[in-house]
């Protein structure tokens, strides 16, 4: 089945500044790439998904790039905010329709 | 967006003791839902997937004797956590996907239930 790894599990950067999280996936067959954040003891929210038939996808100050050959793809944030404080988690949905998370990267913004 | 209700939100029983946790789609129908279990300060790990009117398929690990799902209707799933012991002890956390079974679609999620055995 569909195995996430996703990187750092754990970042801190200054407000204003930019963040990027990574994430690989293992099933080539993954065609659905979703990003969610989640703030604590809240439902997981989608921030921006992207499919395979695209390279990179933005969304204000959220972006996402995929790699189907190397079979990872990157979630950018820019001009962080204190309200981008959060755990972001990447997933990946293939074949069997299932969505499999990466274990979560807990975003600090700092002031 | 689509709305995905659970209930309830948290939830507090006695070792041995069994749970019900319902998960409602709202405003869609739903032909396949998904439960999802969540530890702290841990990721959402798959623990089975509902299909209405059909049994649902389990994760590999998931006892699926002690996690039972009900998948009665388009826009209604259920998940019974049995014998519940202290190790259960989670965030149960429901999603769907409007429509048919379709990989690319969102994935909506309920609140989510706390549940702590004690």
């Known amino acids: 089945g569909e195995n996430v790894e996703q990187h750092p599990s754990t970042l801190s950067v200054q407000e204003g500044d930019s963040a990027v999280i990574k994430c690989t996936y293992s099933?080539?067959?993954?065609?659905?790439f979703p990003w969610y954040k989640q703030e604590l003891g809240k439902r997981p929210q989608l921030i921006i998904d992207?499919?395979?038939?695209?390279g990179e996808k933005k969304d204000q100050r959220i972006a996402v790039t995929l790699n189907k050959t190397a079979k990872h793809f990157s979630l950018h944030i820019t001009e962080t905010q204190p309200e981008d404080s959060a755990v972001y988690f990447c997933?990946?949905?293939?074949?069997?329709?299932?969505?499999?998370f990466g274990k979560g990267t807990r975003l600090h913004i700092l002031p | 967006g689509a709305v995905v209700s659970q209930h309830p939100s948290w939830v507090i029983c006695k070792s041995g003791t069994s749970v019900k946790i319902e998960c409602r789609s709202l405003d869609f129908q739903a032909t396949t839902m998904f439960w999802y279990r969540q530890f702290p300060k841990q990721s959402l790990m798959l623990m089975a997937t509902?299909?209405?009117?059909?049994?649902?398929?389990?994760e590999q690990g998931v006892e699926k004797d002690k996690f039972l799902i009900n998948h009665a209707s388009l826009t209604l799933s259920t998940l019974t956590v049995t014998s519940a012991h202290p190790e259960d002890s989670s965030f149960y956390i429901c999603?769907?996907?409007?429509?048919?079974?379709?990989?690319?679609?969102?994935?909506?999620f309920g609140e989510g239930s706390r549940l702590t055995v004690l």
């Open positions: 099933d080539s067959a993954s065609n659905y």
């Open positions: 509902s299909n209405e009117g059909s049994k649902a398929t389990y």
């Open positions: 992207i499919r395979s038939n695209v």
């Open positions: 999603s769907a996907r409007v429509g048919r079974a379709t990989n690319t679609g969102e994935l909506f």
């Open positions: 997933a990946a949905s293939g074949r069997d329709d299932k969505i499999i």
